[in-house]
């Protein structure tokens, strides 16, 4: 597996160590261990059923209480995969957008602010830098800048999710895991969440899953092949795509598959 | 960044919000399973001390006739005969009403005629059963009365109360199990030419069949502990009806009747006692048949 | 052909028992309110009520029923919105969740009289309270509680498990996400269960003959004292309400003006039970719309 994993100079943001999840008797991921590189985009690509969701979950401790997750997940010096590491802390840092937008019942302002809220932030004043500084972060302020107070459920799909991509980063996270976050949307949405993923690189390390192949080539910076529940292949996302090292990688993006 | 690293390794005001949302949800949940337990108890105890303290025999009380006591005659089968009566009558007149009005709702009418429907359902549903034995009343033994001579009070009359009651339990139950029955069977039938009444009569029917007999199950098991509407109508006396139109009691009028006329620990309130627990072990009863139902519809 | 005409047949038989359902639902309604309401006045909903006598009114059921009422959501609502929260986010699969299930399944099959019953051998009886509100409130609670449990654990199920995804993600506990996300997003199913619930309490009897009581002692409206056995906020008081006011004029049979005060009380009782009815059926969707946009 070692050998998969590009030795970069780069600053690393988390990593696992052979990570393995585990779905009562059957298990899903098997020895994976990886390294994400600091405000890179990295995408995770893979047939559907590979794993690589699940290992995505996995990250910020989503499966904590259903799935058994074993082996070492070390971000900043931790291993957070242990049950005395706080998992509301590490959601804090590690922020997730799901596969469909899931807004809440709320207004669009509350949206943002109810979370942020929870986290003791209460002054009015900074509270309304922090929507207003998150919307435009995900390039969705100019659209709903005006009805702040509309119900998040009027919203269009697409807008829907840059509004959670915007109430993640309201959070100030350190790391945003991104679960196929377009594949609800159309083309037009898509690429607005897209431009908005390039944008963010500046300041945030960004983990996609993505079953869309040239979205991967679009947005990533490194990408990663995952088949069966193992770590394929890991490779800048250029090298990995021209030059594929592994046979199997070299099936899986030129669509000869299986 | 060591800050970072600090709260990553401590609780924080989530876990003990968690810690204490947990243990509120598992206290009401508790109360709810003592409470449980205790009304089986206290109702079990209650309902034995005629057995155990007063020297009657169980047999004497389930199957003697004579109900009276205060001269230690305590047969209750006056009033089961004339529960299960009711219930059964009850039942009976209800299920091709409610099978009539949920086959409308779910295949004549699923829109505009099953929304209405539905109201009306619900309305029946909410409507007091004082209310319903205030009608009885004043509506049902007089009609039984002229129709039938005698005093108009009895079995017949209650279960034309009951069958109002229970219709709306048994329709609302009967249209899940219509619904429950996949419509490729409903398709398949067509396709063959089968009528709409053959298809509903020997596919849709016959598929929801253990469905609708939990429906009716449940509509016996609130007619069986309905009170003071089957009180109001039903006579009260505690002896074997002859009759549908004759005055008789059952277990819950019985009950109604008699437990503030009677002293705490004496025979007579002990036997009442017994009546509950008769009452609450139908109930447990009738909860068994309806799962024995549902396994049996399951392996099938 | 016969086939042809066993379904018209069969189609004519099911119009006519819809038919007959909803002629006796109107039925029902219609005699109520047109034996009822002519007898109602001014001076019937604000005169006590007379044992002997005719032209007795309800005052003091009318305000027992509400009050009760109150006092029972007071104390149902907290126990069924822990118990359904524990059934739809906290219940682990398990033997122990299915015991609890079936628990409140048993609790909701039992006779009201049961429950009323219970409630008055260990309230009444043992803990010596007495034919009282507050006892007959907790047997209303025992006969409300599985019913509204249920409906708080539907609607908080029927929320999308993508809320509650969202919230964890964010950081929040599982308490915040279902206090702050799930339960604001359930509240109109919710509270049209509550609507509905309020009306079973509200024409309930059976269990509260032996609970809260068969008689409505003189009330001062005026003593705020809850500890005044004249008070009508006394928890302690026997308190008769508009649905064992029905029954007990019936069963005694003493007033010679059976019919009017009878008739008079049931209007009132289905003119609430309709009211509580129609409310919640618009209440729900109109909540949903505000709660959904702020401000």
Redesign the interface.
Known sequence: MENYIAKTNLELAIETKNLEVIYGDHQVVFDSSLEFPRHKITAIIGASGSGKSTYLRSLNRMHDKTVTVNGQIVYRGVDINQPSVNAYEVRKQIGMVFQRPNPFAKSIRNNLVFPLKENGITDKRVLDERVEESLKEAALWDEVKDDLNKSALELSGGQQQRLCIARALALRPDILLMDEPASALDPISTEKVEATMRKLRRNYTIIIVTHNMQQASRVSDFTTFFHQGRVVEFAPTQELFQTPRVKMTEDYISGNFG | ?DE??D?????????K??Q???M??????G???I??????Y??AT?GLSMFFNDGIKVSDFLFKTDWNPGKKLVGALPMIVTSFGVTLLAALIAT??AI??A??MTE?APKRGARF?QV?I???V??????????G???VVPAMRIMYGGTGFGILAGAVVLF?MV?PTITSLTVDALKAVPSHYRQASLALG?????T??KVILRAATPGILTAVVFGM?RA?????AV??VIGNAAMLPHNLVSPSATL?SQ??MG??NTI?GTLPNNAL?SL?LL??IM??V??ILVKLIARKGRIK | MNAKRNDHLATGIIYALVGIVVIILFGLIGYILVSGVPHLSWHFLTSPSKSFAAGGGIRDQLFNSVYLLVLTLLISFPLALGAGIYLSEYAPDNWLTSLMRTAIEVLSSLPSVVVGLFAYLVFVIQFQIGFSILAGAIALTFFNLPLLTRNIETSLSSVPNLQREAGIALGLSSWKTITGIILPAAVPGILTGVILSAGRVFGEAAALIYTAGQSAPALNYANWNIFDTNSFLNPFRPAETLAVHIWKVNAEGIVPDIDVVSNGTAAVLIIVILAFNLSARYVGNRLYRRLTSSK
Request: charged share 10%.
């Open positions: 960044m970072i690293k709260r990553l390794l401590k609780p924080s005001k989530a876990t919000q968690d204490r949302g947990r509120i949800s598992y206290l009401s949940i109360l709810i399973a409470l449980v337990i205790s009304i089986l206290f109702i209650r091709p009403f009539a009005v086959l409308f004549f429907l009306v619900e309305l029946l909410g409507i007091p059963s004082v209310i319903y034995g205030l009608i009343l004043a509506v109002v219709l089968a009528t709409r009444w053959q509903i009569y098991a069986f502990g309905e009170a003071l009180q109001m819950t009950l109604t437990i503030g705490m006692w509950a009452l609450l109930a447990l009738f909860n």
